[in-house]
């Protein structure tokens, strides 16, 4: 997957030394090999973790044709269609010179401009410096399941796959403002925000064009509302067919790959189809690794998570080489893990041990493996949660799962000052990215059932914005440990053909994930194929929350930490006088991880607060 960064600047030469800075930041996502071009005016970097064409394709990449480079790539991710694509520019008179995607990506662009990323299927996030026109071109993936960051500067642009590359500059200062602190604490990711102010993200299926007069956002590709023709056996077959071809494809590696198996239907959909792949492939047997549960040790009672028994069951089934990871909790509160989760991050979370034991697990898989399948996403495109469902939240007038699980993330008004939340206003902020996000298909304008447009809203919201908050989970996780995660439900196509699928095809048994069920039922057995979906696992022990308010208890306590300020004087007075049984009411897990983290992030990152 690798590590991007750069600096263009139309007003000054770049710094060398500088650039290097920023691309040494990329080191865990790219241990492989690394490389900064610069000429003039801009600056590339790159950190490579090897995967396809392990001797070549080294960058940044140039194009060699006449008297310089006309154009130059750094690039991260994969495009799976690197092999039609090259097949077609050698036909074009292009010659290659490696086995890589980068070489094909750099060709396409020369050979089509801006528009060949219409061409493109994966997962990716680029930038090129075209030397003809003097212009830099940022692009990302449709889905967005890549990541890339950017900041306007006063004479030309930052960027990285990170924000820790952009932070690497010594003329980007961290602040943290108003609405920068309205992100941390919603629980509604915007396309484009970044949390820094000055710093921007560059939205899924958009490129940013960055010349001298400046720089332009600009979407190659929307999801879009339409008809649906085919009959229910035909969108069955249709999507077998999609997802066979879309694993088989992500596939192609040369180096180790294996799956992440929690033993639901999404990862032991994509572990059967990739065994079935290989089998057909006489590649032998396929590895797959999950996490068992963090309370095996009895703890957690009747509501244990069953995940290991489930996914020791598919691996039985379709004949994988299985490896489990468990975890307890003291293992994921260990302050050292919880600094390495934020350092991958760059920013708070609300969700600690559920990072903390991906990042763990990823530590492990990537002993024995450089590449993994996950079924992110399958739950948006299929319909798997319950808030997708559930008519109260389907027909709220908010985000589903915030109407579902708002009790959840409670805990704002316990923490913070009352001037501070009128100041943020998080109930208006949530409302007004709601109507934005829903505005975008309008829905109700093209389809006749205002119920079957509300349903297609829900899955666009699952899909641009839900999503995207698992796809940065499972990027900074895996990358910080030098893995590439592959997502075969993210793929353009099934998404594009899913989404318009109507509800009652895609509910059409009465249950959760109805298409995806019937499209793998003769590959699963019938335990897991008719499995109710579970959450992923994660720590239920009432010692991991007591640990958390302890802490948080501390911290008020001790009065000087850069959260102080807009701490509620009433928290301050209950916790002088009871401890940490002053955050017992009203305060969820998740307000009390966020919290903390914010502490450390202020800490660890300097950040200015200006609100």
Same mark, same amino acid.
């Given at each position: ?188 990711? +915007? ?44 969108? +069955?077959?249709? +999507? ?366 300097? +950040?200015?607060?200006?609100?």
């Amino acid at each position: 997957m690798c590590g991007i960064a750069g600096w263009v600047d139309f007003a000054r030469p770049v710094d060398h030394d500088i650039a290097r800075a920023m691309t040494d930041t990329m080191a865990r996502r790219g241990p492989d090999a690394e490389g900064v071009w610069t000429d003039g005016h801009a600056a590339l970097g790159h950190r490579r973790l090897s995967v396809i064409d392990l001797e070549g394709g080294c960058q940044p990449m140039a194009a060699d044709e006449g008297p310089g480079a006309r154009a130059v790539l750094t690039y991260s991710g994969e495009t799976y269609n690197f092999q039609e694509l090259r097949t077609q520019l050698t036909g074009l008179g292009h010659r290659f010179t490696t086995r890589s995607d980068t070489e094909v990506v750099l060709r396409a662009y020369l050979e089509w401009g801006p528009s060949f990323v219409d061409r493109l299927e994966g997962i990716y996030a680029f930038a090129i410096w075209d030397r003809d026109r003097d212009e830099l071109l940022l692009v990302r993936d449709r889905m967005g399941v890549k990541p890339l960051y950017y900041a306007p500067t006063a004479s030309g642009v930052l960027f990285g796959s990170e924000p820790k590359a952009i932070l690497a500059h010594p003329e980007f200062r961290p602040v943290l403002d108003a609405d920068g602190l309205r992100d941390i604490l919603s629980v509604a990711k +915007v396309p484009g925000h970044a949390v820094f102010r000055g710093m921007r993200e560059v939205p899924a299926g958009c490129l940013v064009r960055v010349h001298r007069s400046g720089l332009a956002e600009e979407r190659y590709w929307q999801l879009r509302v339409a008809e649906h023709t085919d009959s229910l056996n035909d969108t +069955v077959r249709t +999507v077998r067919d999609l997802l066979a071809a879309t694993v088989e494809q992500q596939m192609v590696s040369d180096v180790p790959l294996c799956t992440l198996l929690s033993g639901g239907l999404d990862s032991s959909s994509l572990t059967a189809l990739a065994a079935h792949t290989a089998r057909t492939k006489g590649q032998g047997r396929i590895r797959s690794c999950s996490v068992s549960d963090p309370d095996l040790d009895g703890t957690a009672g009747p509501d244990a998570n069953e995940d290991h028994i489930y996914a020791r069951l598919l691996a039985e089934h379709v004949g994988s080489d299985h490896s489990e990871l468990p975890l307890k909790a003291p293992d994921l509160l260990d302050p050292a893990l919880r600094a390495s989760v934020l350092r991958a991050y760059d920013l708070p979370i609300a969700k600690g041990d559920e990072h903390a034991s991906l990042h763990l697990l990823f530590s492990i898989v990537r002993q024995h493996s450089t590449v993994a399948l996950s079924g992110e996403c399958g739950d948006e495109v299929f319909g798997g949660y319950r808030w997708q469902r559930d008519p109260d939240a389907v027909f709220s007038t908010t985000f589903p799962w915030v109407h579902e699980g708002r009790h959840n993330y409670q805990g704002n008004e316990v923490v913070f000052t009352p001037d501070l939340l009128a100041k943020l206003d998080l109930a208006t902020y949530e409302r007004d990215c709601h109507s934005t996000a829903v505005a975008e298909i309008d829905a109700h304008r093209q389809l006749d059932d205002p119920a079957e447009a509300r349903y297609r809203e829900v899955t666009y919201l699952a899909l641009t914005r839900h999503a995207q908050v698992l796809f940065d989970r499972k990027d900074r996780m895996s990358m910080a440990c030098g893995l590439e995660v592959r997502v075969p439900f993210a793929d353009h196509r099934l998404v594009e053909y899913t989404f318009n699928v109507p509800w009652a095809i895609k509910s059409f048994d009465g249950r959760e994930k109805s298409l995806l069920r019937a499209a793998m039922k003769d590959l699963l057995p019938p335990a897991v194929a008719q499995r109710v979906k579970t959450p992923y696992p994660s720590i239920r022990a009432e010692a991991y929350n007591r640990t958390l308010r302890e802490r948080l208890a501390d911290l008020v306590r001790t009065g000087t930490g850069p959260l102080d300020p807009f701490f509620s004087p009433d928290l301050k007075a209950r916790v002088r006088r009871d401890g940490a049984a002053a955050l017992e009411e009203g305060m969820s897990r998740a307000a009390l991880e966020t919290t903390l983290q914010l502490d450390e992030w202020l800490r660890a990152y300097d +950040v200015d607060v200006v609100l």
